[in-house]
């Protein structure tokens, strides 16, 4: 083992040398045909969505999650109460595009002829072409389940390599042809969307190809990973050699690494782990000028501003992430899930504020609100036990009647503690005690482990509310300590006003949680959701509100994202979020780096378009 | 016949700052005499009906609940959704603890090197001088009480509902500010008495201090909710952080709506004063942070059919002391029990939204980078603030039902032949026909609708039964003879402090100032009007062009701009406004782009331009004042008592017939007037005081002008004048 890892140091990334992930990587967790595995109109996989089964309670199908196969008896009546929608009005998502119904491709011959020389792989097929057109904002899976599209890329490309970017960036480059990296799919910024206005050929560069682990280093508790590979991918492969990257995105089963540099990305246990500009060590990235790359990994220079940073967030429009070294940690030996209830929301701050100012916080410590709370409670499994059923009313009546919990005002906060069996230990009681001082009680594993799983499972749920018409999006924000309670109020009663402005009879969900701590301050995620019956555009009338929401969270104090990105959807607020000395900034680094935008995604901000070769 | 006036005997003592105890003060030995006494005796409620459009009564509205049930009845006010609930005691530690009281405690001790435990012993002095008290306890006993005794004086209290369900409803969501109107001591205890009466959270409210030090008083108040300010703290920079954190403390936490008078003080001429944007500043601030979500401002307009407080008033507003009275204060207080102060209106307008206010005009982004603790204001947002302010005081003056007794007022003060003996004079010696002066009302009542006012006018009455019923609600001022003329009382002579007034000058004075605090009640209505009206009356060619008309128009806005409240922006549209009113109730009449003058002077545009004459000539004589008078520079006390005892004396000489313009707040506003206007300016002296600079050529260009709209004494009349002046100016300047 040993030995692999001082042959894999010496390679330098050019081979992987390891036969067991050699093996493992065969076959990425992403095939080249997605749309086999994965929903082409909704999220994740395709055996999985939530039904209402015959009995008219929602079920979840297929096997890959805790709850699949379950049915979830208390979630219908929630959505009928917190709607106003009725059954029998369903929006069913239109049948699957053909060719037909697809803008046809805008084809560069010269730039084809030299593609089929050069023998990268590729695909004109229309729905390969149309996976990779969309990721999950709102109005992508509305156009996809709705509506059309104006402008699709017109060829994808699958890289096995960082040779092979080069090859194909040069291409593009000599051809004027545009190239929007690919990776998990997943953003929501509509980051991925080709610029309707593009008139030259569009390529979408695929990234998932590109998964293997390049090499593995013990000793310095690094690795050099491939940047099409997954969250997922990622801690199964390092699992089996006893380590694990500690990344975990709520998207991480399907995003990849090049797609968490490119947007500035953050997990749930970054208390532990970092987020990932703590993560990684060396960034490769191909530009139409070349690689940009570091010298060597050691694990902080100062040489000038780091240029790490003007990669991270760069969201496609500077070039293609190709190797990314992390770091990487031992598994943990144990872990353990926690929850702890809260009188109310402004407690539950409190506490988190106390814990950040401790920085005694767990690997991962989240605070959700009394909406979230209620909504959490409702996705509860059936319950075969009458014992359990009985001790859940005991544990309810215990919390209202003896500890003076108002139920629609309380709220909980879930916790991950990592470590060995003695640090979990020691965190938890820590953890608890503060919580105490605050009116906080102990809640069980049970609550926090479905906080998290509620996580995972938000998208789907939403995929299900569409059908309902009910629609449904997140946004997120990062807010100094003393106006997080603040934003949290405002923003959701700016939501709720918007709704009522727009003529909508019924309060619309406006739910938000503290997801994560940091020493001056906290990340902010809200969860907005509400039935577009009698609205003629809902999409439209969705973005304006979430449009108020952003200038409510700026008037707040809070940032224009904490981890999302700007992608197209944030564009306007992104002048105002770093002045125009700052745009400038970032404009002059893309015209040194790509002067032909051949990065043409149009993320961040318009940049000045050359006049076509064409 | 002398008749003392029953409100009179609220006030034992002159003093304007001291009045304020006694009504108090008489209100407790109200109570006394209220728990003795069997019973009250309910009036006639023919014409105060239980309800009339979107007004409720709510002093009767009880009949099978008993006092004491009704205030001890369960009652449960919306409270905002995040109010973490405190005792009232709570709030000043709150205030104590917060990061600005302790960072402005650590500046000062900085600065000038005093130990930061005396700053926080001071600062915790100033807490507890400031806090309020609010309890249910004071609340349902004032219910009680006052039920009893409003229930002897008033015939009715009338509350316009239409806003009240929205705005229970906003309570919960939203912090709220309650802004009334200020013309009475009885402001204060009547909205929390229509609070509890309505369902909605009772207030907290900003109080001037000179309540704080009475006795017993002080406390009681303090108990039903009214916290106090100084009313001077200019510099003191921990009385201003703790005042403004106290404020905020409020209004971040919702405890209550907090409720304060925008004008600052009491409004004694019955016109809306400017506004003083510190509470208000201090209140929005919250919104500018981005601490709450919303604020809602909710103007609100109280009219009164009697003032408690007429006489009272009219003395204030000519700086003369009050005759003492010699019965004991329980008699006073029977007394005042057998008076008749007719209906009280409440009108809430529509409630404000802050964010919608200020959604266009300002970006509270740009406090993102500072702490919270540290307070300021971007040019924004205090001028969203003084708009807002102005908006609010107009709102309040569109919501005040009018009294009829308004409109009798104004006709018995206008003057039939300029320089001749006016109504007010001959009502005195032959009295007016009640059917001549029905007659009037009535016009003037069409004239004020057509305008936009609202008045108190029963249905189903005629205009000769509703004036008798207004002038039986203020026989101390009026009298009905056998023969149905009417005669206004006589008042006693009144000795001055300034020695340039003589007794018998100020017995008019009054009388004709507590008539004009009536008519000031509607003079907003016609404010546009009457400046229009000045203009074309005063005109001696045969049309005026509308561009003259505008520039005029504009010049008497800015020189009146503190007698009356105008929106700056507002200036041509109020214009286009005013005249397409005037065309089609044809008060002027326009051909092509002119005025033709003949035909527009007419009843409704010199009865106007005589409503708004006495203000021009108290401006008039103000210049002549500083023209006269050679000095470097002026204290405005000076400028105000020489130019009132210049008033006196042409009075006295028949060269002037309006009393009001003896007013100090008419003098004041003058002065204020013309240093908007450039024709005063502002210096400091060389002690560093703040003193006055005359512009003779600025004052003598607006003198002119008034000269062109109004009728003053003539050249010939100069020499007069200046021999006038020499006698009593010269011994006091």
Avoid at chain 2, 170 to 197: E, G
Avoid at chain 2, 393 to 406: G, T
Avoid at chain 2, 515 to 526: G, T
């Amino acid at each position: 083992m040993l030995n692999s890892i001082e042959k894999s140091r010496k390679c330098h990334g050019k081979v992987d040398c390891h036969s067991t992930s050699s093996q493992s990587s065969v076959t990425g967790s992403l095939p080249k045909r997605r749309q086999d595995l994965l929903k082409w109109n909704g999220w994740g996989y395709k055996d999985t969505e939530f039904i209402l089964n015959e009995k008219l309670q929602v079920e979840l199908t297929g096997t890959r999650y805790k709850l699949s196969g379950m049915v979830l008896p208390l979630l219908k009546d929630w959505m009928l109460n917190n709607f106003n929608v009725n059954l029998d009005y369903v929006r069913p998502a239109q049948p699957e595009f053909s060719a037909a119904d697809l803008p046809s491709p805008v084809i560069n011959k010269p730039f084809l002829e030299d593609l089929q020389t050069s023998g990268l792989e590729h695909s004109l097929d229309c729905h390969d072409r149309l996976f990779r057109a969309h990721g999950h904002t709102l109005n992508e899976i509305w156009a996809l389940r709705e509506g059309s599209f104006n402008r699709i890329p017109d060829l994808v490309a699958w890289p096995t390599s960082q040779v092979e970017v080069m090859q194909m960036v040069q291409l593009a480059n000599k051809h004027n042809v545009v190239i929007i990296p690919f990776g998990g799919g997943t953003s929501v910024t509509q980051a991925l969307e080709c610029p309707s206005t593009e008139t030259r050929m569009i390529i979408s560069l695929d990234t998932s190809q590109m998964h293997k682990i390049l090499w593995l280093d013990e000793e310095n508790l690094t690795a050099c990973l491939e940047s099409g590979v997954t969250g997922k991918e990622i801690e199964q492969r390092l699992a089996s050699r006893g380590f694990c990257l500690g990344h975990e995105p709520d998207s991480y089963e399907f995003s990849t690494l090049g797609g968490w540099v490119a947007t500035r990305a953050s997990g749930m246990k970054k208390n532990i782990y970092g987020n990932i500009e703590d993560l990684v060590v060396l960034v490769r990235t191909v530009t139409t000028r070349g690689l940009l790359e570091k010298s060597c990994n050691a694990p902080r220079t100062s040489s000038g501003p780091d240029l790490h940073h003007a990669i991270l967030g760069s969201e496609g429009t500077l070039g293609v992430v190709t190797e990314v070294v992390v770091k990487i940690r031992p598994l943990p030996e144990c872990q353990k899930y926690g929850s702890v209830v809260f009188p109310c929301f402004q407690d539950g701050v409190s506490c988190l504020r106390e814990v950040a100012r401790q920085r005694c916080a767990p690997a991962s410590i989240r605070l959700v609100d009394n909406e979230q709370f209620v909504f959490g409670q409702a996705l509860k499994p059936e319950n075969n036990s009458l014992v359990q059923s009985f001790l859940d009313g005991i544990k309810k009546a215990y919390l209202t009647r003896w500890k003076g919990f108002d139920i629609n005002k309380m709220c909980v906060a879930t916790l991950v503690f990592e470590g060995t069996l003695k640090e979990v230990e020691a965190q938890e009681k820590r953890v608890y005690e503060t919580a105490g001082k605050f009116g906080g009680l102990p809640a069980g594993e049970e609550n926090g482990e479905r906080g998290y799983f509620l996580t995972y499972l938000i998208a789907y749920i939403r995929d299900m509310g569409l059908q309902y018409g009910i629609i449904a999006e997140s946004f997120e924000t990062s807010i100094p300590w003393d106006r997080v309670t603040d934003l949290c109020h405002n923003v959701k009663d700016r939501l709720r006003r918007e709704c009522k402005a727009m003529g909508m009879q019924h309060e619309p969900f406006a739910s938000c949680r503290v997801t994560q701590l940091y020493d001056a301050g906290a990340c902010v995620y809200f969860y907005f959701a509400f039935c577009i019956r009698g609205l003629s555009d809902p999409v439209k009338a969705y973005e304006e509100i979430e449009s108020a929401a952003r200038d409510e969270i700026l008037a707040c104090g809070g940032s224009i994202s904490h981890h999302h990105g700007i992608g197209k959807i944030r564009k306007k607020w992104l002048k105002q979020s770093i002045s125009g000395v700052g745009v400038d900034v970032l404009q002059s680094i893309k015209r040194t780096l790509d002067p032909q935008n051949i990065f043409g995604n149009g993320n961040l901000f318009d940049a000045a378009v050359p006049i076509s070769k064409l | 016949m002398i008749r003392a006036i029953p409100s009179s005997k609220f006030f034992l003592h002159v003093c304007a700052k001291q009045s304020a105890g006694w009504v108090l003060g008489d209100f407790c030995r109200l109570v006394a005499l209220q728990l003795c006494s069997s019973g009250s005796i309910r009036r006639a409620m023919s014409f105060s009906p239980k309800r009339k459009g979107t007004y409720e009564e709510i002093l009767h509205h009880r009949s099978q609940q008993s006092d004491v049930g009704w205030s001890l009845r369960s009652y449960t006010p919306p409270q905002y959704r995040y109010c973490s609930p405190r005792r009232p005691i709570d709030v000043g530690t709150a205030v104590l603890a917060s990061p600005i009281i302790r960072h402005t405690v650590l500046q000062l001790s900085e600065e000038d090197g005093s130990s930061v435990e005396r700053l926080e012993q001071e600062a915790e002095a100033i807490v507890k001088e400031m806090g309020h008290d609010l309890g249910m306890g004071a609340i349902r006993l004032f219910a009680f009480v006052l039920s009893k005794a409003w229930r002897r004086i008033y015939k009715a209290i009338y509350v316009n509902s239409e806003h009240l369900t929205k705005l229970q409803g906003l309570c919960k969501d939203y912090p709220v500010l309650l802004l009334p109107s200020h013309r009475s001591y009885m402001d204060f205890l009547l909205m929390s008495y229509v609070c509890f009466a309505v369902n909605l959270p009772v207030p907290v409210i900003t109080a001037g201090a000179d309540f704080m030090s009475m006795k017993g008083v002080g406390s009681l108040l303090r108990k039903s909710g009214a916290f106090f300010i100084r009313r001077q703290f200019g510099s003191d920079k921990l009385y201003w952080a703790i005042f403004t954190e106290y404020v905020q403390s409020l209004v971040r936490n919702g405890d209550a709506p907090v409720e304060f008078f925008l004008e600052g003080t009491r409004s004694r001429a019955q016109k809306s004063m400017g506004p003083k944007l510190g509470c208000l500043s201090a209140a929005l601030e919250p919104y500018f942070k981005g601490e709450v979500a919303d604020i809602y401002v909710v103007p609100i307009g109280i009219s009164y059919d009697r003032l408690l407080e007429e006489t009272l008033y009219a003395y204030e507003l000519l700086g003369v002391p009050k005759p003492k009275e010699s019965t004991s204060g329980l008699l006073k207080a029977r007394h005042v029990l057998s008076g008749d102060y007719g209906n009280i209106h409440v009108s809430f307008n529509a409630p404000i939204s802050v964010h919608e206010y200020f959604r266009a005009g300002v970006d509270r982004s740009v406090h993102a980078t500072l702490p919270r603790y540290m307070s300021s204001h971007s040019v924004e947002e205090v001028a969203c603030t003084q708009s807002l302010a102005v908006d609010v005081l107009l709102q309040q003056q569109k919501a005040i039902v009018l009294s009829p007794w308004s409109l009798v007022a104004a006709i018995l003060l206008q003057h039939s032949q300029p320089g001749g003996m006016g109504v007010a004079e001959r009502s005195q010696l032959e009295g007016v026909g009640v059917a001549e002066l029905a007659e009037e009302v009535h016009w003037l009542k069409l004239q004020l609708e057509n305008f936009g006012g609202r008045i108190n006018w029963p249905g189903g009455y005629t205009t000769e039964a509703i004036l008798m019923d207004t002038l039986t609600v203020h026989s101390d001022l009026v009298s009905v003879s056998n023969e149905n003329r009417v005669y206004l009382k006589h008042v006693d002579d009144v000795k001055s402090k300034n020695a340039a007034l003589d007794p018998v000058t100020m017995a008019t004075a009054v009388r004709h100032l507590t008539l004009a605090l009536y008519r000031n009640q509607l003079l907003h209505v016609f404010q546009n009007l009457g400046l229009v009206a000045l203009v074309v009356t005063g005109s001696q060619e045969n049309e005026i062009s509308l561009e003259d008309l505008y520039k005029k128009f504009m010049f008497l806005r800015n020189l009146l701009c503190k007698d009356f409240i105008f929106r700056p922006c507002d200036v041509e549209k109020d214009f286009n406004g005013v005249l397409l009113g005037m065309k089609h109730t044809n008060a002027i009449v326009q051909e092509n782009n002119h005025i033709l003058v003949a035909p527009s002077v007419n009843k409704c545009t010199v009865f106007m331009s005589r409503m708004f004459e006495p203000f021009l000539v108290a401006y008039w004589v103000l210049c002549q004042f500083l023209l006269t008078h050679n000095r470097a520079s002026w204290k405005i006390r000076d400028i105000i008592e020489g130019t009132q005892g210049l008033e006196a004396a042409m009075l006295n000489h028949g060269m002037l017939h309006h009393y009001e313009i003896l007013s100090l707040e008419l003098l004041s506003n003058a002065v204020n007037g013309l240093i908007h206007c450039g024709a005063i300016c502002r210096e400091k002296a060389a002690n560093g005081n703040p003193s006055l600079l005359a512009k003779p050529f600025e004052l003598s260009k607006v003198a002119t002008e008034i000269a062109s709209m109004v009728t003053v004494p003539t050249c010939d009349d100069a020499a007069a004048y200046v021999k006038i002046l020499a006698v009593p100016l010269s011994a006091k300047l």
